[in-house]
């Protein structure tokens, strides 16, 4: 009784240790964005309308109809409502057969291809140029969205 005593004391601080190690914070991950949370809300602040601090261009600097224009590639993300219309359930008008956000599934969800910059997408890899594109975290967070249902949450 006295060494599975022992052993338990002695295992107490690794199992603590492991444990937080595996607890690491949203903020972390998200990198460059860290109020980025798998909701649509912080999806549409963070991602659609805000730069980053890697210097990810906003989305909203061509997908939107401020001014009159028109939004690029039919996309209008300027603000909740309309991106949320235009995104959850959407065919894609550059791909056809493409619906640009599937809830459940990330993996074929459009939007996750333009900007993962896959070969079977129409054009080129979101944000347009070169970069900096979404990092692995923010993209992580983004697909985790998706695959909760894509809720307008």
């Not at 107490?12 to 860290?34: F, I």
């Not at 210097?55 to 603000?79: E, F, Q, V, Y």
């Not at 640009?100 to 896959?118: F, M, T």
């Amino acid at each position: 009784m006295q060494s599975l005593r022992s052993l338990a004391i002695c295992a107490l601080p690794l199992l603590c240790a492991v444990l937080s190690a595996c607890d690491e914070s949203l903020s972390t991950v998200a990198g460059p964005t860290p109020n980025l949370t798998p909701n649509f809300a912080s999806v549409q602040r963070e991602v659609f309308e805000s730069t980053d601090a890697a210097g990810r261009l906003n989305c909203t600097l061509c997908h939107t109809d401020a001014g009159g224009r028109t939004p690029s590639g039919g996309l209008n993300l300027r603000s909740a409502d309309i991106s949320y219309a235009q995104l959850v359930g959407v065919a894609s008008r550059g791909k056809p057969g493409a619906v640009r956000v599937i809830p459940g599934d990330p993996a074929n969800s459009y939007l996750i291809h333009k900007l993962e910059g896959r070969s079977d997408i129409a054009g080129v890899r979101m944000p347009r140029g070169t970069g900096p594109y979404l990092q692995a975290g923010q993209m992580m967070i983004l697909k985790r969205w998706i695959e909760l249902g894509a809720r307008n949450d």
